[in-house]
Antibody
Framework: EVQLLESGGGLVQPGGSLRLSCAAS????????MSWVRQAPGKGLEWVSA????????YYADSVKGRFTISRDYSKNTLYLQMNSLRAADTAVYYC??????????????WGQGTLVTVSS | DIQMTQSPSSLSASVGDRVTITCRAS??????LGWYQQKPGKAPKRLIY???SLQVGVPSTFSGSGSGTEFTLTISSLQPEDFATYYC?????????FGQGTRLEIK
């Protein structure tokens, strides 16, 4: 059974950093592209970043480019999102989502339960 | 970026009703569209992929149609568990973009 479990969220001050993790089970993350999608409180869904299952191609929304870094650890079968220079506008629930194929095509077939990031002083 | 415009933004309906939600793309996305259901406090769940293909395990009361720039999600007979927020997602063009959501409420 495919499962995705996010962790690492919390309260952080503006300008601070946080690293989110997404532990995958039931499949190997190297075989599929993976993404992060966020949802601000009471708002809609926004794609944030993706990483291909093969090679090291990474993709970012303009709103986070230069501040966020997506990566993965094959040995731990875990996806990460390093978030730096955080802003109040980054406050959201962050979901990791599995793609259907190795290249990033954004066919999100499985999602984690999400982890809340709150940026506030 | 491709803009996805959903309508209506909210909808009140009764159990047993037939409802239709529309998503319009700002340019041709062929059939590269999925529909997702989200309940409060939960992750989105995919219902439809490739505009009209039903995800395994999703009830046949859900159906999708359309191609190009106009797409619809239809629920043929609303069940109590269908009251939720629905989103479309285009993945034809980078970056992927979601519609703003349609909140389906009980009348």
């Amino acid at each position: 059974e495919v499962q995705l479990l996010e962790s690492g969220g919390g309260l952080v001050q503006p300008g601070g950093s946080l690293r989110l993790s997404c532990a995958a089970s039931g499949f190997t993350i190297s075989s599929y592209a993976m993404s992060w999608v966020r949802q601000a409180p009471g708002k809609g869904l926004e794609w944030v970043s993706a990483i291909s299952g093969i090679g090291d191609s990474t993709y970012y929304a303009d709103s986070v480019k230069g501040r966020f870094t997506i990566s993965r650890d094959y040995s731990k079968n875990t996806l990460y999102l390093q978030m730096n220079s955080l802003r109040a506008a980054d406050t959201a629930v962050y979901y990791c989502a599995k793609d259907l194929v190795q290249v990033a095509r954004y066919y999100f077939d499985y999602w984690g339960q999400g982890t809340l990031v709150t940026v506030s002083s | 970026d491709i803009q996805m415009t959903q309508s209506p933004s909210s909808l009140s309906a009764s159990v047993g009703d037939r409802v239709t939600i529309t998503c319009r793309a700002s340019q041709d996305i062929r059939n590269d569209l999925g529909w997702y259901q989200q309940k409060p406090g939960k992750a989105p769940k995919r219902l439809i992929y490739a505009a009209s293909s039903l995800q395994v395990g999703v009830p046949s009361t859900f159906s999708g149609s359309g191609s190009g720039t106009e797409f619809t999600l239809t629920i043929s007979s609303l069940q109590p568990e269908d009251f939720a927020t629905y989103y479309c997602l285009q993945h034809n063009s980078y970056p992927p973009t979601f519609g703003q959501g349609t909140r389906l409420e009980i009348k």
